[in-house]
């Protein structure tokens, strides 16, 4: 039994996880938990034992000075909660840490001992792949869902993927078995510019948890962060002429695709999200809100990955149409 002192009794508790690792491109999905937890001044109230599913070869602990003493910080997944005021109060549950190393099962099944106990009606996982898209469009952003129910009244996708999975999977699939909603929100990361960070794609998880949730995070400095990174990106890209080349056939390929999707009823969600923000009617803190597709800034930090001979080359576009590395299994 997990015993819970000094948290309060939450209101309309929502669990949002997020894990370093194979399930997080760019560190976007565990940077937007991490926004959240430091817009909202989140609380830590709890930690797994590091020992239980870390293997410390893999992850190793860090040393730190602290008034002269030498300390040390595992590896673990801490959880903190936060409350979001307005109109409509509600509390979130951050989880925060690194995929596990062993014991997923023992995992999963202490994350839902602590969403028992606190009441939770909705756990939302965030993670990010690395597919073919451009990085200057918006950032695709999938919802997807074990439970058939839920995808029909939420809007989402039941997922159909078959294959290798992460702890993402490992926990939606948990939760469904236990009875408790699960929801994944996948960001998709451009993979030739895979490195850490990825404001951009974080900004997109962030916009579709509100969405999702019905809540207002502030921003911050996030769209400024995003419109710099793309801005970085195409600067860099404008220089070597087979990038530039490349991120335009993806560009073709994704508006041909999305040509049939500029549905009204996309139009009217992005529109809603700006009355929201505009008008202050939604719960939450004020914040700035961007469509994050780039914009004038100063150039942030080189991006593209390079190759072992020191120049920057994505690789070639496939032959025929696949899935993306990664897939977005949940």
Request: with cysteine; glycine share 10%; net charge negative.
């Amino acid at each position: 039994m997990i015993e819970l002192e000094g948290v309060p009794e939450l209101v309309d508790p929502v669990m949002v996880a997020a894990f370093e690792g194979w399930n997080d491109a760019g560190d976007a999905a565990s940077t937007a938990v991490a926004h959240l937890d430091r817009e909202w001044k989140g609380e830590v109230f709890a930690a797994l034992d590091a020992e239980d599913y870390y293997d410390f070869q893999v992850n190793r602990p860090t040393v730190f000075m602290e008034d002269g003493v030498r300390k040390i910080t595992w590896p673990t997944t801490r959880l903190s909660v936060v409350r979001v005021g307005g109109d409509k109060p509600r509390d979130l549950v951050l989880v925060r840490g690194i995929e596990p190393s062993m014991r997923w099962r023992s995992f999963c099944n202490e994350l839902l001992g602590f969403a028992h106990e606190l009441g939770v009606e909705l756990v939302v996982v965030l993670g990010a792949l690395l597919g073919d898209t451009p990085h200057t469009r918006p950032v695709p952003v999938s919802g997807t869902t074990s439970d058939a129910d839920l995808a029909r009244r939420m809007d989402l996708e039941e997922t159909k993927y078959e294959g290798p999975t992460g702890i993402v999977g490992i926990l939606q699939e948990a939760c469904t078995h236990a009875g408790v909603p699960a929801v994944s929100l996948w960001a998709a990361v451009p993979h030739y510019v895979s490195q850490p960070p990825n404001p951009k794609a974080t900004l997109a998880l962030l916009n579709r948890l509100e969405d999702l949730i019905d809540v207002r995070v502030p921003l911050g400095e996030l769209p400024e962060d995003a419109r710099a990174w793309q801005v970085g990106v195409d600067q860099l890209a404008a220089e070597d002429s087979e990038v530039a080349e490349y991120v335009q056939s993806l560009e073709e390929a994704r508006d041909t695709a999305e040509l049939p999707e500029a549905s009204g009823e996309a139009i009217a969600r992005e529109f809603e999200r700006y009355l929201r923000r505009r008008d202050g009617s939604g719960p939450g803190q004020p914040g700035g809100h961007a469509t994050a597709d780039g914009g004038d800034a100063v150039p942030g930090t080189p991006y593209l990955r390079d190759n072992p001979s020191g120049r920057t080359r994505p690789p070639r576009p496939p032959k025929a149409s696949g899935d993306d590395e990664e897939s977005s299994e949940e």
